[in-house]
């Protein structure tokens, strides 16, 4: 029997968007796409009195905006799944005491996003479930305190160095018919191209977006050509130029590409270093700013590659470098 | 269009367990199942210079194992599924570097096992794919000094304390009739009963535990009575009589039924408090245990409810009681 994998991807026939919420922190708030998300918190508490219930609230929030729009309720859907980078999924498992139905919990680092819409998809293109939602939060204190130090202490950045985006997106997927589809999948491979400074993570994260690039171009025989816009996750200044001159250097030619760690915050005039990171950053370009777009037509198919750096700070003090991973989807207008 | 869940629950007529390997650490090799384990450590090292690299050195044992029964390559499989308790997923994802083909890294604390056998078998039932890796491991060691103490400090231990397993499963399932099927899933809810001590896992977890079954019974109308061996994954001797007692509160009759947790080692002998724990605990009782068994026909239907404490440090100590969740399997011997 032959799998309905081309090689690591697939093409769906029936997943489709149905509405999806977006909230975010100050800065996402303050930068070029800010309009474009349904909340935007003035400060990193959220009025919470920690950065993880921060995190939590903003979360639960998109949630709850993405399910308003179809007056639906937790109980109405089949199946939760997703991931977040505080230590053991803390945001998405501590908010699903809240959703009494089936959760799947994914861990792809900032690549988390395509991970739950990928096998959210997966699991309705099999007919398993008819509606699930995918969602994915990231928070710059949180993330800094786990990863690197508590952003208090003020330690002084490496000009390499990404800004985790503070935010959060629920996105409801199902088999019914609506005007934007999640049209195929490219599962991620890890790469390791031996980079070991946690400060530099588009660096370490441009292989493996080759890597998905590259293989989803083979898969589906296709191009840049083929896409109005093909984002990467979160590469940002520095790793998305590396990008551009690994895929060039293949000859392959490089148009309507961009970063959404670029996209995120205007690099230029904000203190975000190379741009931003996290799984929110990624999430938030797509369905904040991409999905209105294909709604509206003004793009016809986009490509989002979501990457990951899967860094554990233990390892890193153990010398090791860092395991990166891209998945990829699609999206495309329903015709 | 009517999904093919049942509730929460799926039957699956179309995956089979092809080959598994098992590692261990010295306490299960000793313990009363340790014969039945395809390779057990005598120290904690493993011969590696962290115990980090230990656990890693364990997993890729296991799939070594499990690939050379069968004379596979990493490169044959399809795709792989994983996670284990290391932050951001370390011991699964740092191999993956290793495997050169689709990864996808999931997370549900000590559930994981059954998770990750359970969302293969969805990739493999829908005809995704044809054959998928399932792996789990856990480590004592480094499972003691991200959740608790370093085992150096020598911190003294509450008696209702679990105790992680030390080892690693990777476990190969396909579309192709072999002796033993998956026969069929029920995804967990989140579930809190606002237990909030870490040291005492198994009265946090027996509410999920407890959920699943009840769940699974509902959705498949089955009892007790319809399995040879119903399992959970790792409540303990404790937490395993506190579910007793909920099941049999709502008249439901609880026969053929035991903890891994309990059977992995001699809990009287062993010190090992209450049991085991960890997601190597449920994976090497039901892959190494159980799983010969059902091979030689010894048994003929088992459920396999893997539990899982979605605890994040960092949360306990902002006074938060504990999520958990249990993922239940059944596993079938094929007439």
Redesign the interface.
Known sequence: ?S???LG?S?KFNNVYIVSTGTTCGPLEFQGPLGTYFDKGFNDHHCGED?F??AERKMLRDSLDICLKREKLKYKDI??YLG?DL?????TV??L??E???????????CSSFA?SMG?SS??I??????QAIAMVSSHNATAER?YRYPVEYGVQKKPTTTFTATGAVSTLLT?QPTQVRVESLT??????YSQDDPNDMGRAMAPAAFDTITTHFQDLKRSFKDYDLVVTGDLSTYGHQILKEMLQRQKIDVVHYNDCGCMLYDTQKQEVFQGGSGCACSALVTMGYLYPQLKEKKLKRVLVVATGA??????SA?K?SI?C?AHAISLEVVE
């Open positions: 029997m799998s309905r994998f690591n697939i920690s993880e219930k089949d199946i991931g505080m230590n053991q999924n803390t498992h501590y699903a005491r959703i009494t139905k089936p959760f799947i919990g994914i861990y792809g680092a991970l096998l997966l699991l293109e099999a007919g398993f479930v008819n786990q088999h599962l991620g491979r890890v790469i390791d899967l860094l554990s700070p233990m390892m153990q090791e395991p991973v």
